[in-house]
């Protein structure tokens, strides 16, 4: 009698479910967690369970309580606010602001975020993970984050981040998830999770993480510096949420050039009008006629042809193609071939599908860096591949990403419950133009930031790697 081969069949020794408490479901068996646990009982290295090693509010190792959000639109009288999926970016110029009152309020207090925390999302996606920079330090969380903070006397918190965030980590990590629709694990499910104590690497690991952090910094400062510069060149501000939502333009104002391209109202906004009518007076030159046109559009339907890694891309969507390890999907090469999903560096997408919530990352502008540029991009995007000798990627990326031209592209949203980008007044944007030498120095700034992206990556990788050899080199 032959039986059916499952891919992701696993067998499961009789000792496992002593261990994993008894339980009857796929997931302390299935996540890897076992087998690691067992890599890790085999080692000769001191083991300490977690909970030791941790200091701070509930020992440490803590997520928050349930709580309805207050936001506020001023950032005066509010604090940064990071949800589960935000802890997954580099660039977080585009947070929301929640009360500061209600965010420091004894309730809440403790959800205030720290340099040298390790981010562990535990609700929804779990396991998810981020090591706290020095930018992201004084921002809240949401209680969808579970909070690992190192005792500094007792251990390293590089090392810390880069075991948990390990192949050895994130399955002990993940092993306690309960739940049906929605997962969750909760902090004494990792109290007593085993940290090897290698102290030979701990230093070098520690001192990479920090590597890729402060590179990660250098990336967010970068892009600020090139955004503030190219508005400053072109006499223009980015508005806060409180000024763009009160600003009484959007009251009782008239059109008389309507024209048959257009009769929403939203397409002849002000406000935006305003900006348009100041680029207008500036030297410009139209958005379609910088960029490649044949890859200048934002709807490529295909089919998606599983793959292994090595024969194919991996495909990210506009959610994740904002992630810093993005989780897309492995598509063969000849689903993608002559679509113009692979686009190369230097390349400026713009998320062409979504809904106009403030938190939505539709008309967003992604920059391709030399390391992103080895994924396929889904047919969701305008790829803005920059014509050679027109317009340098970097400057139109630096424009592309300030508010002023966030706001200018959602104005030419056309659809009902899923927008889109109107593609004649998207290829009409007036992109301001400067003088070449200044338009070169802006785009040096974006693709300095590329490389510290690329770097901040590779540090974080090597930190992985070497703890990730010693543990498989001593079982």
Known sequence: MKFASFKNARVVRSAWLEKGGRRLDCNPYMSGALEARDALDSLKFRKDPLHTLTAGYAGGIFNGPMFARQWVDDPSSGVLFLSGSDVLHADLSSLPFIKSSYAKSSKLRHLEVKEGMTLITCSGTIGRMTYVRSDMAGMWSSQHIMKVVPDADKILPGYLYAFLSSRYGVPLVVAGTYGAIIQHIEPEHIYELPVPRITKIEKQVHEFVNNSAQAFVQYAELLKKARQDVLEAIGLEDPTPVKWFESLDRFGWAENKVTSESMRAYNYDPRVKNFLDHLCRLPNEPLGYLCDPNHFKGHTVFKRIASDPEYGYKLLGQREAFQMRPEGRWISCKSVAGLGLVVPPQ????????????????????????????????????????????????????????????????????????????PSMLARFPIPRLEESEENRIADLVDEAALQYDLGLGWEDQARELVENAISGAE
């Open 347 to 422: 390349t400026v997408l713009i998320p062409s599908h979504g809904t106009l919530g403030e938190s939505e990352l539709y008309c967003r502008a992604v920059y391709v860096t030399q390391r992103t540029s080895n994924n396929a991009f889904s047919g969701d995007f305008y790829r803005c591949i920059p014509l050679p000798g027109k317009i340098r990627g970097g400057y139109l990326y630096a424009f592309l990403s300030t508010k002023v031209g966030f706001r200018i592209l959602r104005s030419m949203s056309t659809g009902g419950k899923q927008q889109y980008q109107h």
